[in-house]
């Protein structure tokens, strides 16, 4: 007899890879480039080999409390995520952040807005020095 909480992590589970598989779906058929799948490490095992059996690039990144993010897609894509190397996303450079959101697709006007916002942050002298405000010439 199976558990309540068997039960629950089975339908999570199923659900997760729906997801996942889509994702690979849409990278197939050209829609993405790069994409970024944070889910449970429990199904980390199937999600590697799937990517495997595609023969799809891909970097997973534990990241911590039962958690990794996957990342896969264009091999140079995913060569740059190696390259920078970090596995928490929240710690990117803020110049990080730009190259990883216009990687994955996002809009580029928004993660402009996104990447002087972040810059224009009070801490964010001690990392990079002053923003620049000057027109491009």
Not at 5 to 27: D, K, P, S, W
Request: aromatic letters at 8%; glycine letters at 8%; one cysteine or more.
């Amino acid at each position: 007899m199976l558990r309540k909480g068997t039960l629950y992590r089975l339908r999570v589970e199923g659900g997760a890879m729906r997801l996942f598989l889509h994702l690979i779906y849409e990278y197939r058929k050209g829609l993405r480039k790069l994409v970024l799948y944070t889910t449970r490490k429990s199904i980390e095992d199937p999600i590697r080999a799937k990517l495997v059996q595609h023969s799809i690039p891909h970097v997973i990144h534990d990241i911590g409390r039962g958690k990794v993010n996957v990342f896969f897609g264009d091999a140079d894509c995913v060569e740059v995520v190696r390259m920078i190397g970090k596995h928490n996303v929240a710690r990117y450079t803020d110049e990080e952040d730009f190259i990883l959101g216009s990687m994955l697709g996002y809009d580029i006007v928004q993660q402009c807005r996104r990447y002087v916002k972040r810059r224009r942050r009070p801490n964010a002298t001690e990392k990079h020095g002053p923003p620049r405000t000057a027109a491009l010439t």
